[in-house]
């Protein structure tokens, strides 16, 4: 049996522009895809925090460093800028892998920046609002 898990998220990102008259997606800073292991075209889901919509679209890249989520074309219409936002991908595993699975988490603040990254562990008290295993970017960058 393969199960389809959440591979990662980007949590509460900040919309940054909303382009109703572009073909569709989702465009996201390069630094927070590679972050979060979403490469360019990969379908993603995006849940509103302000106003609950959920939509499933794809991602494109986003210029390097500079903090970009926007709404591309008929998505534009569920958010608007400055707008928290969860980005969610997901990966089709077998059961025993899933049974081991950690999803990446990339905390970033309102400007979009990294701030850190965790995996969700198998612990119930781990919620939307903590983040256990925090590892900074500082680790990350083994500074």
Do not use: F
Not at 35 to 40: E, L, N, Q, R
Not at 82 to 101: F, K, L, N, P, Q
Not at 124 to 130: A, M
């Amino acid at each position: 049996m393969y199960r389809t898990l959440c591979k990662s998220k980007i949590h509460r990102a900040t919309i940054t522009d909303a382009n109703l008259h572009y073909e569709g997606s989702i465009t996201i800073d390069s630094d927070l895809l590679e972050a979060a292991d979403i490469v360019p075209y990969e379908k993603v889901h995006v849940v509103n925090v302000n106003n609950g919509s959920r939509l499933e679209t794809y991602a494109i890249e986003g210029r390097r460093g500079s903090g970009d989520v926007c709404l591309n074309g008929a998505a534009a219409r569920l958010g608007a800028r400055g707008d928290a936002v969860i980005v969610i991908s997901y990966a089709t595993v077998d059961d025993a892998e899933a049974r081991e699975w950690q999803p990446k988490k990339v905390m970033v603040d309102k400007r979009n920046r990294i701030m850190a990254t965790s995996l969700d562990r198998k612990d119930p008290t781990n919620n939307h609002e903590s983040c256990n295993n925090i590892l900074t970017t500082s680790d990350i960058l083994g500074l």
